[in-house]
């Protein structure tokens, strides 16, 4: 079966492996309620604005190489991440953005659809606190087409994150 094929037996949009993570969580519900655009919604601003919610309310899945060691980190999408408080929260040297390449194999998917958890491979998570400010949270849902919504706390622990301060400050 091709993706194509699979997403359109899913009915959903939501990519074939996000699908699947979602029923071996034990989430199978939530692949009815993702929600597919016929535009990108690649940024946290395009999500936004598609779904008609806080730019806030856009769970960002942002993946960095600290030491060199993929970890992934939830950010609201108002904000942006502080890799000092990164690089402080992990005991790293150094804290930098993935490149493309390394998204990709790590996670499975591409940059601008990369969700909170079904990854190809298993990462340290920290979910910067910002996110428990919501009741709802919009998350891509493994392409840069589709969200799903979740509560914020229910995401976290399904990601198996860390709830940490790494939120960049404005003066």
């Known amino acids: 079966m091709t993706t194509t094929a699979a997403t359109d037996a899913e009915g959903s949009g939501a990519h074939p492996r996000?699908?699947?993570?979602?029923?071996?969580?034990?989430?199978?519900?939530?692949?009815?309620?993702?929600?597919?655009?016929p535009d990108a919604t690649r940024t946290a601003e395009e999500a936004a604005a598609a779904i008609g919610c806080e730019l806030s309310q856009i769970c960002k899945s942002l993946i960095f190489a600290a030491d060199s060691v993929p970890v992934l980190v939830l950010m609201d999408g108002a904000s942006r991440v502080d890799l000092e408080l990164v690089r402080k929260e992990l005991g790293a040297d150094k804290v930098t953005r993935a490149k493309v390449d390394v998204v990709r194999e790590t996670t499975g998917y591409a940059i601008?659809?990369?969700?909170?958890?079904?990854?190809?491979?298993?990462?340290r998570v920290l979910a910067d606190r910002s996110l428990l400010e919501h009741d709802v949270v919009w998350a891509a849902a493994g392409t840069p087409h589709t969200v799903f919504p979740m509560a914020p706390r229910d995401l976290v622990a399904h990601a198996g994150g860390t709830v940490v301060d790494v939120r960049e400050r404005t003066a």
Do not use: K, M, Y
């Open 18 to 37: 996000f699908a699947e993570a979602l029923r071996e969580l034990g989430l199978g519900d939530l692949v009815g309620r993702v929600r597919r655009f």
């Open 112 to 123: 601008g659809g990369v969700p909170p958890f079904g990854h190809r491979t298993r990462t």
